[in-house]
């Protein structure tokens, strides 16, 4: 099944593509998305996949980590937080100086539009808490600062085997794909 991805992120389309095997993923090619102005991840996934709804299979994504130290945030605003990479991870070490309580989950949410407008969603958590410093060379975003509940290692120590098993996206996708 070919399914257009309303997202420009490599690294997300990298991942889902292999969440989905059975699927042709490929990126929508828009000059432009919509801006991300939900309230939840649903509204935020569901406009990106009804803004390229049309004769194919759409999927949008939202995604992003929540840290009760930092009152939920950064949320829904994950991407925004701060430029990709070092610097949203600056960013959040920063505001959890001194903080004891890292308890964080990272959340996903994927909604799949059909031709007929049919819709289908999954959601997925992954409960963790915020390391001290970044540790790991796989993965993308906050993964060398995220551990997951359970775990020693951050998810960029475990690797994008590991991720691909058990992330947030990963349980959306079986979510998805159940509903």
């Given amino acids: 099944m070919k399914v257009l991805l309303a997202s420009q992120n490599r690294n997300k389309l990298r991942e889902l593509s292999a969440l989905f095997p059975e699927w042709e ?21 569901r406009a ?3 803004f390229a709804a049309g004769d194919s299979w759409v999927l949008g994504e939202d995604s992003g980590l929540e840290v009760g130290a ?7 605003r994950s991407a925004r937080y701060a430029p990709e990479g070092e610097q949203a991870i600056a960013r959040l070490l920063d505001g ?20 007929d407008g049919t819709e289908r969603r999954g959601t997925g958590v992954l409960e963790g808490r915020i390391a ?12 060398p600062v995220f551990i997951p509940e359970g775990e020693k290692r951050t998810v960029a120590e475990l690797g994008d085997a590991w991720k691909l098993r058990n992330s947030h996206r990963a349980r959306a996708a079986r979510a998805l794909l159940s509903a």
């Fill in 96 to 115: 959890l100086r001194g903080v004891e309580d890292r308890e964080a989950r990272y959340i996903s949410e994927l909604v799949l539009i059909g031709p």
């Fill in 132 to 143: 001290g410093e970044p540790r790991g060379s796989e993965g993308f975003g906050y993964d």
């Fill in 25 to 45: 993923l490929q990126p929508l090619d828009a000059e432009s998305y919509p801006p991300e102005t939900g309230e939840t991840y649903y509204e935020n996934a």
């Fill in 48 to 50: 990106k996949a009804l």
């Fill in 70 to 76: 930092l009152s939920g945030g950064p949320g829904i």
